[in-house]
């Protein structure tokens, strides 16, 4: 629990103080008996209110997932869902998974913990949790939206409508779009590659793109941010960094990447009906898939110069999963264990100490006592990016429902080449996941706030 705070250590012996009311001294010592008092609340100094969240679009897969994921937010609670053909229903009745969020269990604890370390060993005397129930909200269309009781809105309609949307929403909003509607810069690489008029250039200059480890720093100042597709994250994630360091060449990039059927959304297509994707799979948006611009202006981003690169997208018989295989050109002299090196340096840190701290006294004469003799190998800098151990192959099961991305790289057999492979849920980090992880970013939130959900297995 990254809320929890010791505010006293003390030793007594007593009960469970009601009043919750904590001493800044020390009390007698006793030596039979230790009592630590311990207070968690799941607010902090930058949050002493409650963030009211909008989903727009809450109907569809990823409005689906954000609600899920709320499900375990501290801070954030839902106040405004809309979804125009689902009007008036309650989200349990749309999505059965979620009927429980009808009632959302919404936790406000300020629990305290007393144990006493005896000849018995650890006892636990007490906790107390303060629980209370409310409704989340009925669905509405869009045009009845009310969002004067709103902070922040995922925004998560089809591409093609969003930036109407979004250009007639308050200014004091905080917004995360999940649409591609202004994942682009160039406002005539959008109007080319998704055929349609630009319907909100003035709101682009301002947009920042959402790709959580690459940008956190200028996701923290956004007020509209970007959130990367699903292919785009999986691709980006291992390259930019090996860009960036000119590892390889960023030149005669080749992306082969196969997605379970989630990825073409809810909206019903003869294409992605059981009879037509069960036991195949089939290559889609051939030498034009619209999220080619996406990657490459990522990379190119990272080389400082224009990056082209051959994707090839798959649909695969899964409900969710993503995986892509991308083959790369070394830079001269390197081998792959030299990437695989570096993947590890960027997303994680290495330490020789990890600090175990005890906070003693009340908040305002705080002395902190640091103890260094618990040696650790490593410590992960970046919670949802693993670098696997030389020769683990990722599969799309180890980042199921979750937001981690697993990522690894091998020996091509071509001298001079290597082979990166990257897994994501795309519906977690592919999407709705990694806008929680921005819009925590935005709020200035732990960034893993919500999201610590473990990957389902099978």
């Not at 695969?316 to 340096?345: C, W």
Request: net charge neutral; charged share 20%; with cysteine.
């Amino acid at each position: 629990m990254t809320s929890a705070t010791f505010s006293s250590i003390f030793s007594r012996t007593g009960c469970l103080r009601k009043d919750g009311v904590s001493s800044s001294k020390a009390d007698t010592w006793n030596a039979k008996k230790v009592f630590v008092k311990c207070s968690v609340s799941t607010k902090t100094q930058k949050a002493e209110k409650e963030v009211r969240l909008g989903v727009l679009g809450a109907s569809g897969y990823t409005g689906s997932e954000i609600v899920r994921l709320l499900a375990n937010h501290p801070h954030f609670g839902i106040t405004l869902m809309t979804a125009d053909r689902k009007a008036g229903q309650s989200i349990g009745s749309v999505f059965p998974h979620l009927v429980s969020q009808d009632q959302r269990l919404k936790l406000r604890y300020d629990w305290h913990i007393e144990w006493s370390l005896n000849g018995w060993g650890n006892s636990l005397v007490a906790i107390i949790l303060f629980l209370c129930l409310q409704d989340l909200p009925k669905m509405v269309a869009i045009k009845d939206a009310d969002f004067s009781d709103v902070d922040a809105v995922f925004c998560c309609l089809p591409h093609g409508t969003t930036q109407e949307i979004i250009k007639g929403l308050p200014r004091s909003l905080k917004i995360v779009d999940l649409s591609a509607d202004f994942r682009l810069r160039d406002i005539s690489e959008y109007e080319e590659w998704y055929g349609q008029v630009h319907r909100a250039p003035e709101l682009q200059k301002e947009v920042v793109y959402g790709l959580t480890e690459i940008l956190r720093e200028e996701i923290k100042g956004a007020r509209l941010v970007a959130n990367p597709g699903c292919y785009p994250t999986s691709v980006q994630l291992p390259l930019v960094p090996l860009i960036k360091a000119n590892l390889i060449e960023p030149k005669n990039i080749i992306i082969d990447s196969k997605s379970g059927v989630s990825g073409a959304g809810r909206g019903a297509k003869e294409a992605n009906l059981y009879t037509e994707i069960a036991e195949g799979i089939y290559s889609y948006g051939v030498t034009r898939h619209r999220h080619v611009p996406e990657i490459e202006q990522g990379l190119s981003d990272a080389a400082s110069s224009k990056v082209t690169v051959s994707f090839t997208p798959h649909l695969m018989p899964m409900s969710r999963g993503m995986q892509s295989t991308i083959y790369v050109e070394l830079a001269p002299g390197l081998n792959f264990k030299d990437l695989h090196q570096h993947l590890k340096l960027s997303y994680e840190m290495p330490i020789s100490y990890v600090f175990f701290y005890t906070r003693v006294g009340a908040m305002d004469e705080t002395v902190v006592i640091l103890n260094l003799n618990k040696p650790i190998s490593l410590f992960q800098d970046e919670e949802f990016v693993v670098v696997l151990e030389e020769g683990a192959v990722p599969r799309t099961h180890n980042t199921r429902g979750s937001n981690y991305c697993f990522v690894n790289v091998f020996p091509d057999r071509i001298p001079g080449r290597a082979i990166i492979i990257s897994v994501i849920d795309n519906l977690v980090k592919g999407a709705s996941g990694q806008a929680l992880q921005n819009l925590n970013v935005m709020m200035g939130f732990p960034e893993n706030t919500g999201l610590l959900y473990q990957p389902l297995f099978p």
